[in-house]
């Protein structure tokens, strides 16, 4: 029978361990949930706007959604991610009643 010595052999090593991710780095639990949190948002803003019924009123607004995510891309402390969300959501309630009542 042939042995292997410590080195040369590993039965459990991955090559996975061996690349780093083409992802970038890693994101913590709370900037997973933050993350899914704001992309929700977003699919939320996205699919609403196909209630409104003139096609360049929901051009202007889908733009304009996209521009402001685009614009706070850059931002990662928790809390400020957290006041974006809650004022943008404030803003959206605001925006959903306007397009309900046309």
């Known amino acids: ?3 292997f010595g410590a080195t040369s052999w590993r ?8 690349r780093k991710s083409s ?8 900037q997973f949930i933050q993350r899914t949190r704001v992309l ?3 699919r939320h803003i996205i699919r609403g706007t196909r209630r409104i019924s003139d096609p360049k009123t929901r051009a202007e607004t889908r733009k304009f959604a996209r521009d402001e ?4 891309r850059g931002v990662t402390d928790p809390a400020h991610i957290r006041y974006l969300l809650s004022t943008g ?14």
């Open 1 to 3: 029978m042939r042995t």
């Open 11 to 18: 039965p459990f090593r991955t090559f996975a361990t061996d």
């Open 69 to 72: 995510f685009e614009r706070h």
């Open 89 to 102: 959501k404030t803003e959206w309630d605001t925006m959903e009643r306007y397009i309900d009542g046309l």
């Open 23 to 30: 992802l970038g780095r890693t994101l913590s639990l709370d």
């Open 40 to 42: 929700s948002f977003y």
